[in-house]
T-cell receptor, first 117, second 113 residues
């Protein structure tokens, strides 16, 4: 049923490693987002994109970076993972509703649960 | 700045009883309000939204929410809870001029058999 895909689902990695979390959507949505969520806790927006070659930082400061070279793809990269990066990362997308400035509801992927040892 | 408050971290209700999950918001301009549900180890799923129109909004899985402008609330309700409704529920708000959603802290709903 998911039209937005995140890989890997689970990742355990050592401190200092570079990692990229993948996110792809097949709905042609112009907007994409990355949220960080500790288990059972609130979501914090860390990055968003309103289109190709457009990326901005969210409310929560993050050492990660993102890129948006293609509409459907919005990867998140950590250059040097640390234990403080252990969390769940949720990718989402939405589209601008035709004739309005409003966004459709967000579609979320199933998340990547990252553990940095 | 916009904000959302979900005053209850945990709501327990017996199966078959009505349930309410509370949400209040603060936003400048007209609010756009959403409810999402999250099951364990999954992303969030959209339940329902209020943009304009009727104050009572019906959504997926028998849920509904009532928009109350004077109380700045958007409580989620269901007449008869199911054990399968047990999950984490998030309220979210956006204004017409805001560029992103602001999520509440979430409410864990447990429906007891």
């Amino acid at each position: 049923e998911a039209d937005i895909y995140q890989t890997p689902r689970y990742l355990v990695i050592g401190t200092g490693k570079k990692i990229t979390l993948e996110c792809s959507q097949t709905m042609g949505h112009d907007k994409m987002y990355w949220y960080q969520q500790d288990p059972g806790m609130e979501l914090h927006l860390i990055h968003y994109s309103y289109g190709v070659n457009s990326t901005e930082k969210g409310d929560l400061s993050s050492e990660s970076t993102v890129s948006r070279i293609r509409t459907e793809h919005f990867p998140l990269t950590l250059e040097s993972a640390r234990p403080s990066h252990t969390s769940q990362y949720l990718c989402a997308s939405s589209e601008t509703l035709s004739g309005t400035r409003k966004n459709s509801p967000l579609h979320f992927g199933n998340g990547t649960r990252l553990t940095v040892t | 700045a916009q904000s959302v408050a979900q005053p209850e971290d945990q709501v327990n209700v017996a199966e078959g009883n009505p349930l309410t999950v509370k949400c209040t918001y603060s936003v400048s301009g007209n609010p756009y309000l959403f409810w999402y549900v999250q099951y364990p180890n999954r992303g969030l799923q959209f339940l329902l939204k209020y943009i304009t129109g009727d104050n009572l909004v019906k959504g997926s899985y028998g849920f509904e929410a009532e928009f109350n402008k004077s109380q700045t609330s958007f409580h989620l309700k269901k007449p008869s809870a199911l054990v399968s409704d047990s999950a984490l529920y998030f309220c979210a708000v956006s204004s017409g001029s805001a560029r992103q959603l602001t999520f509440g802290s979430g409410t864990q709903l447990t429906v007891l058999p």
